[in-house]
């Protein structure tokens, strides 16, 4: 097999391939005693009876279009190999002579290649500015005192909504005897203690989670990738099709529609758009940074993921769930955070 390849760009080719005569024999002998096999000739058993009688019988225009379809699917599958091509949509095939030997083009689009400059330079200083603030987090007496006074709240609402009182709530203070009602606190100041630590870890998780977000921006930022339309555009639909069912159906998304956009649902797909490039750059910069670290799931790691997200669904949704899918989703939930793992320690 000869072929031509035009790249059009990052992520989309051209291809004009060639079989010879004698190439594309095999593949049309093969796909002719598949026919072979299926004829019935009265006097025979079914596919028994002899290669020149059984030639007579079979249909010749199946046998080609077999033999076409498995010379083309060939022929692609050794050309993505050679250039290390993960195709990402059916490619789209013209045969263009099938007379003497056999030639096709094929439109073909695949994952885009994303060449990182030096990221770690990038994460480092990120990193440095994300410690430094961390570092000066404090929590305030009054945020204490406000989570505490919700606290309470929280507990007296409770308890008169129980007994159906309707007098005016008098603001309580936090006493031994109360905090010990809270859990395995022994005083108030325990309680507290405790209260504090958790705004000031909710605070560094907070910290944490910009400095992901400006990681993943800024590498975004300085990588050139050309994300094939069709990614943006199924990514597009799927949003799409995610808010019409959380609206609950068509009616319900056109109303939508129509008091957020002026009934211009292009405005929101265009919003779609942006961020669906956004998030298409993301999951392959990861990916591209975990291929080359070697950073992998193991294999326990994603199925403690896995029943995690499936002890979270009702018994009948759970009874329902494409496992497949769920593996797929646990892999990557998990390969993500790695990732950040080891981009956060640089």
Not at 114 to 141: A, F, M, Q
Request: glycine share 4%.
């Amino acid at each position: 097999m000869d072929s031509k390849i035009n790249k059009k760009s990052g992520s989309e080719a051209e291809i004009e391939a060639s079989l010879t005569e004698e190439e594309f024999g095999e593949f049309f002998e093969n796909s002719a005693r598949d026919e072979m096999a299926k004829v019935e000739i009265k006097g025979f058993r079914k596919g028994q009876a002899p290669e020149k009688i059984a030639r007579e019988y079979i249909n010749y225009d199946k046998a080609f279009e077999k033999a076409a379809e498995r010379a083309i699917k060939t022929s692609l599958k050794k050309i993505t190999e050679e250039n290390e091509w993960d195709l990402i949509d059916a490619p789209k095939v013209e045969i263009s002579e099938a007379k003497k030997g056999f030639k096709f083009k094929a439109s073909l689009v695949f994952l885009p290649e994303v060449k990182l400059n030096d990221y770690k330079r990038i994460i480092k200083e990120l990193n440095k500015e994300t410690k430094e603030k961390i570092e000066k987090i404090t929590v305030e007496k009054k945020e204490v005192e406000e989570a505490v006074d919700w606290l309470l709240h929280s507990r007296e609402h409770n308890h008169k909504e129980e007994k159906e009182c309707e007098h005016k709530e008098e603001k309580k203070e936090l006493t031994d005897e109360i905090a010990k009602t809270f859990g395995d606190f022994k005083t108030a100041e325990e309680l507290k203690k405790s209260i504090e630590e958790g705004i000031k870890t909710e605070k560094i998780i907070r910290e944490a989670d910009k400095n992901r977000a400006k990681i993943i921006n800024k590498i975004s930022e300085e990588t050139k990738i050309d994300v094939p339309e069709v990614m943006i555009k199924k990514m597009t639909e799927n949003m799409k099709e995610e808010i019409k069912e959380s609206l609950g159906g068509e009616e319900k998304y056109n109303q939508y529609i129509e008091k957020n956009f002026k009934g211009k649902e292009e405005e929101l797909l265009k919003k779609f758009k942006d961020q669906s490039l956004k998030e298409i750059k993301a999951h392959l910069i990861i990916d591209e940074i975990a291929r080359g670290e070697k950073i992998m799931p193991e294999e326990k790691e994603v199925e403690e993921e896995m029943t995690k997200i499936l002890n979270t669904m009702p018994v009948d949704k759970k009874n329902e769930a494409d496992l497949k899918k769920v593996y797929d989703y646990s892999f990557g939930k998990v390969k993500n955070e790695k990732v950040f793992k080891f981009l956060e320690k640089i």
